[in-house]
Every structure is written in C-alpha cells, then in structure tokens.
C-alpha cells in the first residue's frame, strides 16, 4: 500500500454523514417526546419507544466512533513518512492528478531555497539504475539537458553514503527533498528529481530496505542496460586501463566531448582473457536478471543503450513516463569506440572461437553505432 493522501481521506470520510444524521435522530426523539408531553392526557407511554431509540442512538454513536478511529489509523501511517510534503498538498491544488498518479507526486519543500513560483508544480522521484559502461554517463547528459529535469549523477560512488542503510536512506532523503547539491541542481521549478545508481554501489547488498522506501516514496525506475556485453567488457577494459594510462595528457577520462579525445582513446585495444570471457559475460547477465527481478514490482522503464542510440523515440518514452513535457533532448558526449568489436580486441581469434557456438555468440556481430 503506497501513502494515502489527504484528498482520499478527506473524500473517504465518513463522519459527517452520520454526525448530521445522528444529531437529527435526537432532534427527532426530542421532538417525539415534547408532542407526547403536549398529549398529557393520552394513556399511549411513549416510554418504549424512547428506550428503543435511545438505544439506537447509543449503537449508532458507537458505529460512527469506530469509523471515525478506524480512519484515524489510516491517516497515522503518511503523516509518519513525510509529513512535511502532505502537508503542502493539502494547499496545492492536486485535483488535476488522477487518482493512480497520486502515488508519485511530490511537493517538495528544500531546505536549501524555495521553490517559489514552482511550489505548486509536482515532481516526480526517479532512480536510474545501471553498470558501468552501459551508456549510463551519456544517458544522464541527455536528461539534463531538460529544463525540468535534475538527474545528480552517481552519487554513491562515494564509499560513505553508501557505508550502511541508514546513509543510503539519509542521501535518498535530500536527493528527493531537492536538498542535494550537484552541477544538476536546477531552479525551483524541477519536474522530475533522481540520480544514477550502479548496480554495484550497494543497491543490491540492501535491496529490501531500499525497495521498501522506493515503493512508499513512489519512486520510478529506469533501468538501463547495454545489450551487447561483449562490447561492454572492451569498454570496461579500456577505460581501467586509462585509469592507469591516463592518456588524454595525463589525465583520465570516461567520457570525452570531440571525436580527437575518443580516438585517442579508442587506440588501445585490450586483450581479452578468454578463458573467464564467458564467465565474465553470464556474471553481469545474471546481475542485471537479479536486479530486475528483485525491483519490477516498482513502476519502471527498461531501457537499452543500443536502443536509444538508433531510435529516438527512446527519449520520446522515457520523457512520457516522467510526466514531462517532451523535449529533444541533446548531450555533448562522443562515442568512444565506433569500430566494429573486430578491430577493437587485440586477441580478435581466440575470442571468436570462444564465443562461436555459445549463446554469446551474437555480440560477434552486433553492431551499436549507426554510422
Ligand atoms: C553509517 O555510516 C555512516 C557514514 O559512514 C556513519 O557515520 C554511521 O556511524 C554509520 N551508522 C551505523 C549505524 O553504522
Ligand atoms: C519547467 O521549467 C520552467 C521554467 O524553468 C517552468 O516554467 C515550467 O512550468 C516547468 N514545467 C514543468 C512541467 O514543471
Ligand atoms: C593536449 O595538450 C596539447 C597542448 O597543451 C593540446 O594541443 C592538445 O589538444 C591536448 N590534447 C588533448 C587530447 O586534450
Ligand atoms: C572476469 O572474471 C574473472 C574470474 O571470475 C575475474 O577475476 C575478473 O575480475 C573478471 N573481469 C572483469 C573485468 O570483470
Ligand atoms: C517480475 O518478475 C517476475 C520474474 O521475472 C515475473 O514473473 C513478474 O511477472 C514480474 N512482475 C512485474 C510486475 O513485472
Ligand atoms: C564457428 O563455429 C562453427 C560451428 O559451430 C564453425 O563451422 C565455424 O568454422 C566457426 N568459426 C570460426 C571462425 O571458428
């Protein structure tokens, strides 16, 4: 059950219903009983009939106590998780939403600013979880480059906030509460606030609790992943190996912004271990599987690099599910390896025939850049 909202409540309210109605039934009874006393001299006892719905009353009133308890139990358990926020609802003007939206819009109220002008505006909260080397990087320019959208970038690679469950949840808190400083932080008027979570910065060590709070938070998910692992793993190979070679005139960099840097980097062709190759495939299949599987009962979107790479429409949907108004949205990045995997691994055979025949057989031939 995600949060109850004032406006349900206040429409599931019983109370006044059988208020008007009870405070009637005494006037009624009240009434009842001053006609009886003006028939004095009449031997009909109304007595019996007043014990009767006396006792009436007295059952009813006990009915509209337990009714009236019964929503208070409802209201504790909102008020408990983000008091601050509902409370703001109840001025916004929420009526616009429909009711299966509810879940996912948030007034925001930051410690840090305010929103001003845009306190009324909703925000939707996002979580974009993938791994290294997918697309993820440039997928996250792309969505800043929307004027209503603050994605914060990776912030758990900071080994702290992602030290135990309590800093997860402390960070999650002020990403959402808008309170979280990052050249992403945009102005008052932010439609959709989030961040990029790889699947190895302690996302999955606490999956239950962190599944819990994107379900009470109505946190959306993105997930986005490479369909070609084997052009990944030449990703990942040559970006640790810049770590270390730092090739752009000593410094290192995972994503460059002109075609001169990305081939530069692209020069270096990694030599593939093929005895582990498979392994090392079928790893991050079965990690993206569990990550998937433990987090579809959220509302998501799953994504694929390549697919936004050669259909537009990507951005088109995933802007849709957001809730935001759709714009084209563009990114300064350069692709870093644009060859076919053939004349990017230096050991091209051995690793052709330890693919060849096996269900990777594929990424042999795949192609993610339509040129
Ligand atoms: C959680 O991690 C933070 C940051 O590393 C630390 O300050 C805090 O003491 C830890 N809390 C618990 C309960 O371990
Ligand atoms: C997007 O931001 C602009 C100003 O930056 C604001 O006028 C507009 O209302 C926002 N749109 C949404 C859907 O929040
Ligand atoms: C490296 O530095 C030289 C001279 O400072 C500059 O001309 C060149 O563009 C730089 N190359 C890259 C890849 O940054
Ligand atoms: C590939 O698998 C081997 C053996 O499991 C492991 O030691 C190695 O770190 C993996 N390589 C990468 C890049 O994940
Ligand atoms: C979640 O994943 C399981 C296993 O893959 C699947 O059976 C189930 O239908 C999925 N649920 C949703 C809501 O997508
Ligand atoms: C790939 O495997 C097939 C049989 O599965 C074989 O006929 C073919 O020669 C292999 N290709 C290479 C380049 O080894």
Redesign the pocket.
């Known amino acids: 059950m995600p949060e109850l909202y004032f406006d349900q409540i206040r429409y599931l309210s019983l109370t006044k219903i059988p208020w008007v109605t009870l405070v009637d039934l005494i006037r009624k009874s009240k009434n009842i009983g001053e006609s009886t006393y003006s028939f004095k001299t009449s031997k009909w006892s109304p007595l019996p009939l007043r014990v009767v719905l006396l006792t009436f009353v007295m059952i009813f009133g006990v009915y509209v106590c337990s009714v009236y308890l019964k929503q208070i139990s409802l209201q504790k358990y909102p008020v408990d998780i983000s008091f601050s926020s509902e409370k703001t609802k109840l001025s916004c003007n929420s009526h616009d939403i429909p009711p299966e939206e509810i879940p996912y819009v948030h007034f925001p109220q930051p410690k840090t600013f305010s929103r001003t002008e845009c306190s009324c505006t909703p925000v939707r909260y996002f979580a974009l979880l993938s791994m290294q080397r997918s697309g993820s990087g440039w997928f996250e320019t792309l969505l800043n480059s929307h004027p209503n959208v603050s994605s914060n970038g990776e912030i758990f690679s900071v080994k702290e906030r992602r030290s135990n469950i309590t800093a997860i949840l402390r960070t999650l808190d002020a990403v959402y509460a808008l309170d979280w400083l990052s050249s992403a932080s945009k102005n008052e008027c932010v439609a959709a606030v989030g961040f990029k979570w790889m699947l190895n910065q302690g996302l999955m060590d606490h999956h239950k609790e962190i599944l819990k709070y994107f379900k009470s938070k109505g946190v959306s998910l993105i997930f986005l992943f490479r369909r070609n692992l084997l052009r990944r793993?030449i990703s990942?190979?040559a970006n640790?190996y810049d770590r270390r070679a730092k090739q752009l005139n000593g410094t290192h960099k995972s994503h460059v912004h002109s075609k001169e840097e990305a081939d530069i980097l692209a020069q270096f062709k990694p030599k593939i271990?093929t005895a582990?190759l498979v392994?090392?495939l079928s790893?991050v299949e079965s990690t993206t599987a569990d990550c998937l599987k433990l987090f579809n009962t959220t509302r998501h979107i799953i994504l694929y690099y390549e697919d936004i790479i050669s259909n537009q429409n990507v951005l088109q949907q995933v802007q849709e599910f957001l809730r935001l108004p759709v714009r084209n949205l563009k990114s300064r990045q350069v692709k870093i390896h644009r060859r076919p995997p053939s004349e990017q691994i230096l050991n091209w055979d051995d690793v052709y025939k330890s693919l060849n025949g096996t269900k990777y057989e594929h990424f042999l031939h795949q192609r993610d850049y339509v040129t």
């Open positions: 793993f990942v190979l640790n271990n582990v392994s090392n790893q």
